[in-house]
């Protein structure tokens, strides 16, 4: 196993620009209007209405009012990155990415977490995050980076093992420009997350989505041989969105014995996001 922040892979220049890379990767968020109207002319009127007949009005509104928020949280995404100059926002399938690692096929897309979502996680979390590093397995363009350096962490670390997200976010981290930045110690490293050896420090460890149960297991016992190794304080932010991810986290997170769970309110329906995310908040005992 080797330890991630000795890898030459941290933060180094840019390889390739990233107009050549924005060519290469799936966004499967953009163009969805075109795409929608493009499927519905090939259908025709009549099979639409067929469609509409066998999902009932109910489904059918379900569906519509389904891409209408995909879009609007899209919409949300891209005003964020405007407005600090970075590129954080789309729903990236990793079939077009480089990733080295045989945990490829475990992974799951890469789509940013919402400024409104992160900051009410945040809320479980102690008041005095100083002494605290946060790290977020499976960091994606780093949108979750830039949202934690909201706070006052010692030091913000990303692990993200595909190559042109890893190139995404150097750019974004050298570039981010907000006048709430209070942590300015931001590092991305270029890893499989279960190679990734967590810092002797009080910890945050992040998870929105990143991968399957195997993946999960392997992290989870990673953090477990360190915990034992060095004893401190540290909590696990576990964050599910589409999959129901957080109920089997919830139990392998609990069933170590190790973690408790704090109680939170649940997650409010924010305009920003496609769906409300379920989430849990355990803390090492
Ligand atoms: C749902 S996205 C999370 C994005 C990020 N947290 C953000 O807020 O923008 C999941 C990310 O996990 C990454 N990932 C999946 N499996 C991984 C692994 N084994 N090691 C490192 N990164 C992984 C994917 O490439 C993807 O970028």
């Not at 519905?40 to 509104?61: C, N, Y």
């Amino acid at each position: 196993m080797t330890h991630a922040l000795d890898r030459k892979a941290a933060v180094g220049g840019l390889v390739t620009s990233l107009e050549e890379i924005s060519l290469k990767v799936h966004d499967k968020s953009s163009g969805r209007i075109a795409r929608a109207i493009r499927r519905a002319r090939e259908l025709g009127p009549l099979k639409l209405l067929d469609l509409a007949r066998r999902h009932g009005i109910k489904g059918s509104l379900q569906f519509a009012l389904g891409n209408v928020r995909h879009i609007a949280a899209d919409r949300f995404a891209r005003r964020w990155d405007c407005r600090h100059g970075v590129n954080t926002s789309g729903s990236i399938q990793l079939s077009s990415l480089t990733i080295d690692s045989p945990n490829k096929a475990f992974g799951n897309e890469c789509l940013c977490i919402s400024p409104n979502t992160f900051d009410f996680v945040v809320e479980s979390l102690p008041g005095d995050l100083s002494s605290y590093t946060f790290i977020d397995f499976g960091a994606g363009k780093s949108r979750t980076l830039l949202l934690a350096s909201r706070f006052n962490f010692a030091k913000i670390a990303g692990v993200e093992f595909a190559k042109e997200l890893v190139e995404y976010s150097k750019h974004n981290l050298r570039h981010f420009k907000a006048e709430w930045q209070r942590c300015h110690n931001l590092e991305i490293l270029e890893a499989d997350a279960t190679e990734y050896i967590v810092p002797a420090t009080p910890l945050v460890l992040f998870f929105y989505n990143p991968f399957k149960r195997e993946v999960f297991v392997q992290v989870l016992n990673n953090i477990l041989t360190s915990l034992d190794n060095t004893k401190r304080d540290c909590f696990i932010v576990y964050c599910s969105s589409s999959h129901n991810a957080i109920d089997w986290a919830r139990s392998l997170i609990l069933d170590s014995g190790r973690f408790e769970e704090i109680p939170t309110q649940p997650m409010p329906m924010f305009l920003d996001t496609v769906r409300a995310v379920r989430f849990g908040v355990f803390r090492a005992v």
